[in-house]
């Protein structure tokens, strides 16, 4: 599919989310799906706006493409903010804490790990790289 | 779809209806609703999300939020939620610490 270049604000994020489901939709994917892959990018996207560009100090624009094999669906988030590795924030252990009590911080990228088959991330050339993978027959 | 939020504290049940995807970009709305809100201390909170599409892990934060800003003996409701809705509230185990229901029932939730 064609990519799509957006700035990185959280305004944008509805217009990544609209990408993820078009190319969710191309590759047939059920409706289950479709909404995980949406929430998946939607949540490293936020991170990416919020401590990659907006805590740094930083603008910038958020590039997302998506390919479409006879097995998979891959969509990759590409970024210019600092270098960060969003796996670092999965702490899976707060989800058993009542609510009064969690700590605030590496729910999203808990949800958006949890939410693909397969989640990657590279630093290459001055970029970040998140990469969600969705098998396209049900694993 | 944008997100939308109205609120009416009525004999001490804060009432919020949610509308459309809650993200990152929304949830500073759905927070200063629950800010106004919280000011006439209400005893119960109810979130109605029949029409409520989308949720981020932003949303559930502002649960713990509300939680947090209510108090930890404030029972929080929610209502009707779409079954996409309830799967990441399940998934982060934050059904535990609300109470789930499909319909309003006003004989539990107006029993304070």
Sequence with gaps: ?139 | MAFSVTSETVNGIAKFTLVGELDAAAAGEFKAAIEQAAASQPKRVVLIMNALTYMASAGLRTLVFAKQKMGANVDIYVIGVQEAVRETIEMTGFHHSVIMLDTYDAAEIESV
């Design chain 1, 1 to 139: 599919m064609k990519p799509i270049t957006i700035p990185g604000t959280l305004a944008s994020l509805s217009l990544l989310r609209d990408y993820a489901r078009a190319a969710a939709a191309e590759a047939g994917l059920d409706k289950k799906r479709t909404y995980r892959l949406e929430l998946a990018v939607d949540e490293i996207a936020t991170n990416i706006v919020n401590h990659g560009y907006q805590e740094a100090g930083l603008t910038g624009d958020v590039v997302a493409r998506a390919t479409i094999t006879a097995q998979a669906l891959e969509i990759v988030l590409e970024d210019t903010a600092v270098p960060f590795d969003p796996r670092h924030l999965m702490r899976p252990e707060q989800i058993d804490l009542p609510l009064a009590e969690r700590p605030i911080g590496g729910l999203g990228v808990f949800l958006a790990i949890e939410n693909v088959d397969e989640f990657r991330y590279e630093y290459v050339d001055g970029h970040n790289r998140n990469i969600f993978v969705v098998n396209r027959t049900a694993a």
